[in-house]
């Protein structure tokens, strides 16, 4: 009975060792959530733009065709919504986006001034884009395009309004830019915009009465810069990483 009692007692010495040799389990710890972009957003934005328009007088003769052109510039601001959905680092969505614009100018040819004024503009826009980090978005998108315009003829010598015409055009528009996720479901985009809408035939009304009509060519494209903010409803949640 005392030998076991003695060897037992030897063993305690060993056993403890071997235990305090023996690796500790590190506690488990969920991975982190990784950012994702798939989902639906809304969001406004400001900036600016400005309106190259070239005007011509299809019955004109030949040296009085080319009536000058002017660059209609200002502030806008609007809105946006759309829905994204990714794919690895590819991210494709579609946007449809309004803004009102304060854009004008004015120009002199041929004794007569000529105005523009841009009350509206909008788009509607696939959007293809490559996620560099989690959070980090770059992407180009294009589509259609529509502008409102408001133009008036004015004689310089007598100052009577000669002639006013309203119109909406339709064109087409292409852009790229980057979003960045700052927050959970907040994100703020940079973006630059062309937007082009050929050489239209504007029809101007007089305001005499009866009213007349006569017609004037106008090529116009528009350039905008905008800066915003989207709130993000993130329909998959959050990607778990998986290792």
């Excluded at 060993?14 to 690796?23: G, I, K, L, R, T």
């Excluded at 950012?35 to 007088?57: L, Q």
């Excluded at 490559?130 to 502008?147: C, H, I, M, N, S």
């Excluded at 940079?190 to 006569?214: L, N, Q, W």
């Amino acid at each position: 009975m005392k030998k076991l009692l003695l060897v037992a007692l030897l063993a305690l010495p060993v056993e403890a060792s071997m235990a305090a040799d023996m690796a500790v389990k590190a506690p488990y710890r969920a991975p982190a959530p990784v950012a994702s972009w798939t989902g639906c957003f809304v969001g406004a934005h400001v900036g600016g733009g400005w309106a190259r328009k070239d005007y011509t007088d299809p019955l004109a003769p030949p040296v009085e065709t080319i009536l000058g052109f002017h660059t209609a510039d200002g502030f806008a601001g609007g809105g946006q919504v759309g829905c994204d959905i990714q794919s690895g680092p590819w991210v494709f969505g579609i946007q449809g986006m309004a803004a009102g614009s304060d854009l004008k100018a004015t120009h002199l040819a041929l004794g007569d001034f000529y105005t523009t004024s841009i009350p509206w503009f909008a788009t509607l826009t696939a959007r293809l884009g490559y996620a560099v980090q989690p959070d980090l978005l770059f992407y180009v998108r294009g589509g259609a395009a529509w502008v409102r315009d408001r133009e008036t003829k004015v004689d310089l010598v007598t100052g009577l309004l000669e002639g006013t015409a309203n119109v909406t055009r339709t064109g087409w528009t292409v852009g790229a830019g980057a979003e960045y996720l700052f927050a959970p479901n907040w994100s703020v985009f940079g973006e630059y915009g062309y937007m082009d809408f050929g050489t239209s035939r504007i029809g101007y009304v007089t305001p005499d009465v009866p009213p007349a009509f006569f017609p004037l060519d106008i090529r116009q494209s528009v350039h905008t810069v905008r800066v915003g903010v989207n709130y993000r409803f993130n329909l998959a949640g959050p990607v778990v990483a998986r290792y």
